[in-house]
């Protein structure tokens, strides 16, 4: 019989001979693999069972070209993805994302992340990701909607209520999710549980939108209680201006925090007196803008363009939220939030933190939330959106909210307690993987060689 380590390391070096060029895929790999070695001591069957070999393979991946019109009647293309990683606990769930830097490295990366996230949950979600190199930045709506419309018209043969169900990421907000809804619609007729995110006229949830980022914020407040912390006065930079950005600000603001920044691909805005809210939200949810205008009416704050040395991370702070981003924070970034003297880092963003940060935060003791564990509010409430759907009701807003935060609760709580058990309290990172990887690894032995 193999050790444990033997086993987790001789899975690493088929996944990375097998996917050689996919350097984002086998960083989350890697980063999940290293916590693992403790489960197999406890639970050798699953090395029996090749439960890891069989787990970092996808279940299905379809890759598809995407033809489109422009405003000026000329032909576009994009490929668009769908990675359908894990049913072993429920249908695939997982965003679409559309940015020019979408290859099959990073849906892959989103995907696998996606497994432990959705088991963290609670709910009976399986592990997806999807999406497209096709930029949002700069197009109109309509070109917008054409490209949405003939993405669906493939990615519909491949998804359904109890088979896949797609939401957003970054370049798919409420605008994409309402195209691509009406085209699945046209297609197969109407069935709001195909997708998630959906606007409130349509079957969408109250708290949808808000659920990634006040989900961030509940998590970090049981990180903070956990050393008789609070919000109160914390300086706090959040990097990105989106949706998980924008509601994570909200619910800063709201528990006592100033927010002293925010950011987008080309630099961020400090302003030492707090991030006026309903400025950012007009630029970004309204005028879909960049927020360097954001000093036109605050001229007191100080824009900088990023680019040129300049980061975000430079700025004195206490708490930091990446929610921007994969690899936003590297080594140099994490030791000037921890000169600066940071004590906690909550992670928005998927897999916002190089491997080698995450390291020198836990070795500084900083509390680290893993974006896997933190951000796992959207999806969450996805999930009780998918719930809704199923039994044709509507939560309230406060109803939908008070499940929000007792499932980041509960997140925070079995991530803490794995941590403990497998001999590394206070590890996040630990406990989101094993807590998170045990429901899937149990659900894939019951369920036989499949
Ligand atoms: N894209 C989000 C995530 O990274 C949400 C996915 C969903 O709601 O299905 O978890």
Redesign the pocket.
């Known amino acids: 019989m193999v050790t444990s380590t033997e086993y987790v390391n001789s899975v690493l070096e088929k996944v990375k001979s097998y996917n050689r060029h996919e350097g984002e895929f086998l960083q989350a790999v890697e980063e999940v693999f290293e916590s693992l070695v403790p489960v197999f001591d406890k639970y050798p069957e699953y090395i029996e069972e090749n439960i890891l070999e069989r787990l970092v393979e996808p279940e299905r991946i379809v890759s598809f070209r995407v033809p489109w019109l422009d405003d000026q009647g000329q032909v576009q293309v994009n490929r668009g993805y769908r990675v359908q990683f894990s049913s072993a606990i429920g249908p695939y769930?997982?965003?679409l994302r559309f940015h020019p830097s979408v290859n099959q490295s990073i849906v892959k990366f989103?995907g696998f992340e996606?497994i432990f996230?959705n088991s963290l949950t609670g709910q009976p979600i399986g592990g997806g990701k999807g999406g497209s190199n096709f930029d949002p930045k700069g197009k109109s709506d309509r070109e917008v909607m054409r490209f949405c419309q003939s993405f669906m018209t493939e990615l519909q043969k491949h998804i359904g209520p109890d088979l896949d169900?797609?939401?957003?990421?970054i370049g798919v907000g409420g605008r994409e999710i309402g195209y691509l809804f009406g085209q699945y619609k046209r297609l197969n007729g109407y069935q709001n549980g195909v997708l998630?995110?959906k606007g409130l006229t349509y079957g969408g949830s109250l708290t949808r939108t808000e659920a990634?980022g006040y989900g961030a914020v509940y998590f970090a407040k049981h990180m903070l209680d956990s050393k008789n912390e609070d919000f109160q006065g914390k300086k706090t930079i959040v990097s990105g201006s989106g949706n998980v950005a924008i509601y994570a600000t909200e619910k800063l603001q709201e528990l006592g925090a100033t927010v002293i920044a925010v950011s987008d691909s080309s630099g961020y805005i400090h302003d030492e007196n707090g991030i006026d809210l309903k400025t950012l939200k007009q630029i970004k949810e309204v005028e879909r803008g960049r927020i360097e205008s954001y000093i036109e009416k605050h001229p007191q704050a100080s824009y900088i363009a990023t680019g040129n040395g300049q980061s975000i991370w430079s700025l004195k702070a206490d708490l930091a939220f990446p929610c921007a981003t994969q690899n936003e924070i590297d080594y140099k970034d994490a030791q000037m939030l921890i000169d600066n003297g940071v004590i906690a880092v909550v992670e928005g963003a998927?897999m916002p933190t190089t491997v080698k940060a995450v390291d020198l935060f836990l070795e500084a003791g900083v509390l680290f939330g893993p974006g896997k564990a933190a951000?796992?509010g959207?999806?969450a409430v996805?999930a009780l959106e998918m719930a809704q759907n199923s039994g044709r009701s509507a939560w309230t807003f406060e109803e939908v909210d008070q499940k929000l935060h007792e499932i980041m609760e509960n997140i925070y709580q079995s991530s803490a307690q794995a941590a403990k058990e497998f001999g590394q309290e206070g590890n996040l990172v630990v406990g989101a993987n094993i807590a998170g990887f045990l429901k899937v690894a149990e659900a894939m032995y019951a369920q036989g060689l499949v």
């Open positions: 769930k997982g965003g989103l996606q996230k169900v797609p939401a957003g990421d998630t995110g990634t998927n951000n796992a959207g999806v996805s």
